[in-house]
């Protein structure tokens, strides 16, 4: 991902201590302080991997559309970039 932000828009940021790792072929998230690790999916991992706080929901959209193989409609990327994101906040794994 290149992390194309806009100066002074802050978005979501993954917690620091939230291991990212490939194992076994699937994208992980292990959370240290609930000790769950949660199995992503690849759009989900790529949502992820965007969440250094630099990027809103609709420039991670757009970056994951960028690296998506036969990419699906805008309206459907935004869309479930918006569902990992809830995802995401629900399990705690954003600041």
Known sequence: ???????GVQGPRARED???RSVAG???LYDPRSQDVHVLTVTAAAVWACCDGSL???AI???VAE??????SP???R???ANALEQFRASGLLE
């Open 79 to 81: 869309q479930d970039v």
């Open 61 to 63: 959209a757009a970056e």
């Open 26 to 28: 699937d994208w992980v």
């Open 18 to 20: 939230v291991v990212f």
């Open 56 to 58: 809103g929901p609709d």
């Open 1 to 7: 991902m290149t992390g194309r932000g806009v100066e």
């Open 75 to 77: 309206d459907v990327v």
């Open 67 to 72: 690296h998506l193989d036969g990419a699906p």
